[in-house]
């Protein structure tokens, strides 16, 4: 994006079609002889399937089929996974990382409320939902687990039996020697936070529709997600086509956040049922399903803990970490790493320490979402930063002197300029280094000089935040 877009009025191209009632969303799409699934979902967190009775269900009216794991056993394959430990990370931190199978429907266990039993096909889609509430199935109730701090801990009871644990991630990261800094600070301070768990809520709910065509082998399926490649990758799998033979469209979608960007049971199951039934068939998410069946986020709890100089000076940080990850490992080392990544921020930090324990619990699955672990850490960073500057105000001027980079130092960072560059005004050039700056380390600029603010307010009138950390109030 060049400088002339920066406060510049851009007239958006999609409005006038959508302002016009031209949009084409996934529930648009209507195929001659399309059919409509609705699924059955665990209503328990923790449970076995003892037995599934299907009978009642498929003589309802205008039921097609329903469909279980044993029925659709030759197209059950394990969702994709993500977030492998690129090999030149895994040089540096030592991962003890485990994932299990997700299956599209339920083998014999459920493990979150809202995984899907079995699919029920008819010709309409209020037909299909009445059928589903027939379906009878017989469940043992088995032991869940529902906190992450105790999900970590010896003799909880386990998500998956085969990993003896139910830590998916482990992982300690460190810089300089945060023990010795803490036993030498003049002062340490340490807080525990909570970041509670989030769903994504797009306007448009998630949706899919698929059709098979025997003459030329092909599969054409429309999604409403952000990662059609991710789909067509996994539909790879399931149907055991080539990728030239499997054409995923995503038409306008309507709000994805990353929610829609994980890959799901239902992107299998429609494409599945069309090509076992040779009928288009659609799906639509209903709000309720959404909230148990699409990817959650965040959750994670921060046991942190600054040490300092006297004169407010950040001398080391240390945090333990958890992250709730629902009951599978879908995402890998992407939350728990980029949650690390970014807890120092703009900090001046030369002694980490960081204990990661990532964990399965009996929840939905967990999934990156806007910013992906970034504003986990940056929250608890900064409450805890703040938290020093209020208990020592005789310390605030220094501490947001000494603990956060500087203009100039952002410029080093961020700012590069070849020698064809022409020259521009020093007045410019500033205005320029603080807008990069702001760019990059906005929030947390924010947070410094509302750290600062703070604390000297408590201070003699003549304290005053340097020039480097001013900023505006909060809107």
């Given at each position: 994006?060049?400088?002339?877009?920066?406060?510049?009025?851009?007239?958006?191209?999609?409005?006038?079609?959508?302002?016009?009632?031209?949009?084409?969303?996934?529930?648009?799409?209507?195929?001659?002889?399309?059919?409509?699934?609705?699924?059955?979902?665990?209503?328990?967190?923790?449970?076995?399937?003892?037995?599934?009775?299907?009978?009642?269900?498929?003589?309802?009216?205008?039921?097609?089929?329903?469909?279980?794991?044993?029925?659709?056993?030759?197209?059950?394959?394990?969702?994709?996974?993500?977030?492998?430990?690129?090999?030149?990370?895994?040089?540096?931190?030592?991962?003890?990382?485990?994932?299990?199978?997700?299956?599209?429907?339920?083998?014999?266990?459920?493990?979150?409320?809202?995984?899907?039993?079995?699919?029920?096909?008819?010709?309409?889609?209020?037909?299909?939902?009445?059928?589903?509430?027939?379906?009878?199935?017989?469940?043992?109730?088995?032991?869940?687990?529902?906190?992450?701090?105790?999900?970590?801990?010896?003799?909880?009871?386990?998500?998956?039996?085969?990993?003896?644990?139910?830590?998916?991630?482990?992982?300690?990261?460190?810089?300089?020697?945060?023990?010795?800094?803490?036993?030498?600070?003049?002062?340490?301070?340490?807080?525990?936070?909570?970041?509670?768990?989030?769903?994504?809520?797009?306007?448009?709910?998630?949706?899919?529709?698929?059709?098979?065509?025997?003459?030329?082998?092909?599969?054409?399926?429309?999604?409403?997600?952000?990662?059609?490649?991710?789909v067509q990758q996994g539909l790879t799998g399931a149907l055991g086509?080539?990728?030239?033979?499997?054409?995923?469209?995503?038409?306008?979608?309507?709000?994805?956040?990353?929610?829609?960007?994980?890959?799901?049971?239902?992107?299998?199951?429609?494409?599945?049922?069309?090509?076992?039934?040779?009928?288009?068939?659609?799906?639509?998410?209903?709000?309720?399903?959404?909230?148990?069946?699409?990817?959650?986020?965040?959750?994670?709890?921060?046991?942190?803990?600054?040490?300092?100089?006297?004169?407010?000076?950040?001398?080391?940080?240390?945090?333990r970490i958890w992250l709730d990850l629902g009951a599978y490992n879908?995402?890998?080392?992407?939350?728990?790493?980029?949650?690390?990544?970014?807890?120092?921020?703009?900090?001046?930090?030369?002694?980490?320490?960081?204990?990661?324990?990532?964990?399965?619990?009996?929840?939905?699955?967990?999934?990156?979402?806007?910013?992906?672990?970034?504003?986990?850490?940056?929250?608890?960073?900064?409450?805890?930063?703040?938290?020093?500057?209020?208990?020592?105000?005789?310390?605030?001027?220094t501490f947001a002197r000494t603990s956060y980079r500087t203009t100039?130092?952002?410029?080093?960072?961020?700012?590069?300029?070849?020698?064809?560059?022409?020259?521009?005004?020093?007045?410019?050039?500033?205005?320029?280094?603080?807008?990069?700056?702001?760019?990059?380390?906005?929030?947390?600029?924010?947070?410094?000089?509302?750290?600062?603010?703070?604390?000297?307010?408590?201070?003699?009138?003549?304290?005053?935040?340097?020039?480097?950390?001013?900023?505006?109030?909060?809107?």
């Open positions: 994006m060049g400088a002339k877009f920066f406060g510049a009025a851009v007239k958006r191209r999609e409005d006038p079609r959508f302002l016009r009632g031209e949009g084409r969303f996934v529930d648009d799409v209507v195929l001659p002889g399309l059919l409509h699934a609705a699924f059955l979902r665990s209503p328990h967190a923790h449970a076995r399937i003892v037995s599934i009775d299907t009978t009642t269900a498929a003589s309802a009216p205008g039921v097609i089929r329903v469909l279980t794991f044993r029925d659709l056993e030759r197209w059950m394959k394990p969702l994709p996974l993500f977030g492998a430990v690129p090999a030149g990370l895994a040089a540096v931190v030592k991962f003890d990382i485990r994932q299990a199978p997700q299956w599209a429907l339920c083998r014999d266990r459920a493990r979150h409320v809202g995984e899907i039993v079995a699919m029920v096909v008819a010709d309409s889609p209020e037909r299909a939902e009445d059928a589903v509430d027939q379906i009878r199935v017989d469940w043992e109730i088995l032991p869940l687990v529902v906190d992450m701090t105790r999900a970590a801990e010896p003799g909880a009871p386990l998500i998956h039996p085969e990993w003896g644990s139910n830590v998916g991630i482990g992982f300690t990261h460190a810089i300089g020697d945060a023990d010795h800094a803490f036993a030498g600070a003049d002062v340490t301070v340490a807080e525990t936070f909570h970041i509670q768990r989030y769903v994504g809520m797009p306007l448009e709910n998630r949706g899919v529709v698929a059709v098979w065509d025997r003459r030329d082998g092909t599969m054409t399926t429309w999604n409403s997600t952000q990662v059609s490649h991710f086509l080539p990728p030239h033979q499997i054409r995923v469209i995503a038409p306008d979608l309507g709000g994805g956040f990353g929610t829609k960007a994980s890959g799901y049971a239902e992107d299998a199951l429609v494409p599945i049922a069309a090509m076992a039934l040779g009928r288009p068939v659609k799906w639509i998410e209903s709000r309720r399903e959404h909230m148990s069946g699409a990817a959650h986020a965040r959750h994670q709890v921060h046991a942190i803990s600054l040490a300092a100089a006297r004169d407010g000076t950040i001398l080391a940080v240390r945090d879908v995402w890998g080392v992407v939350l728990p790493y980029n949650t690390v990544a970014h807890l120092i921020g703009p900090h001046r930090i030369k002694n980490m320490r960081v204990d990661v324990q990532a964990v399965v619990t009996n929840k939905t699955p967990n999934a990156p979402y806007r910013g992906a672990g970034r504003p986990e850490t940056v929250f608890a960073m900064d409450r805890a930063s703040c938290g020093w500057t209020r208990r020592s105000s005789g310390a605030a001027t100039s130092a952002c410029r080093t960072a961020t700012a590069t300029r070849s020698s064809t560059t022409p020259a521009i005004s020093p007045t410019r050039s500033r205005r320029r280094s603080r807008r990069r700056t702001t760019r990059r380390f906005g929030p947390n600029s924010r947070a410094c000089g509302r750290a600062a603010f703070i604390a000297a307010s408590a201070s003699p009138a003549t304290s005053r935040a340097p020039r480097s950390v001013r900023s505006r109030a909060p809107r």
